[in-house]
């Protein structure tokens, strides 16, 4: 019984990216967005510099931080993608997982404490900026993961959004 139920979980999943991604704009959408997810994850996380030159540079503490956040841009790219095709071709009027899934992955993946976000935080908000800047950077590969669960959800629910709004009643 966990078998078939598994299949047909993965069945609904390849239909729905099949659905989804057989069109070449959903692709594009779903690359370029990737793409400005991963360049603005990488410049908050100062891996990626354009001035004064243009250089990428991977510490070997960050690569964590680094693939977790390349996933999450990954997702992200497929999370917009599907939940614009679900804005544009089904029934349903507002998608809650693309609020949810985006906006969490963009706020937990930028790493606070170490661009200059955070000490816009601290100059800002004094002695509870520190702290909320302290917390960030203590748990940012938890905040990740987390992103990366939401995401996964998110996408989940797209699929079951997209399935449902083929099937005939």
């Known amino acids: 019984m966990e ?3 598994r299949r ?3 069945g609904d999943l390849y239909l729905a990216y099949t659905q989804v991604f057989s069109k070449v704009i959903y692709i594009i959408i779903a690359g370029v967005t990737s793409a400005i997810f991963w360049i603005v994850f990488n410049v908050f996380d100062q891996l990626l510099f354009f001035t004064p030159i243009f250089i990428f540079y991977l510490p070997p503490d960050a690569v964590p931080g680094f693939v977790i956040s390349t996933i999450n841009s990954i997702l992200l790219g497929v999370v917009i993608s599907m939940n614009v095709y679900i804005l544009k071709n089904t029934r ?3 998608s809650k997982s693309l609020l949810s899934g985006s906006s969490l ?3 937990s ?3 606070v404490s170490c661009s200059s976000f955070g000490f816009m935080l601290a100059s800002t908000f004094g ?3 520190v702290i909320i ?3 960030l950077s203590n748990y940012q ?4 993961l987390l992103s990366l669960a939401v995401l996964l959800c998110a996408i989940y629910l797209a699929q079951k959004k997209i399935r449902a709004s083929c099937t005939i009643k």
């Open 92 to 94: 349903f009027k507002f």
């Open 141 to 144: 590969i938890a905040l990740r």
């Open 3 to 5: 078998a078939n139920s």
């Open 127 to 129: 002695a509870s900026g």
């Open 8 to 10: 047909l979980i993965s």
């Open 133 to 135: 800047s302290n917390f």
């Open 109 to 111: 993946s930028a790493c």
């Open 105 to 107: 992955s963009v706020i």
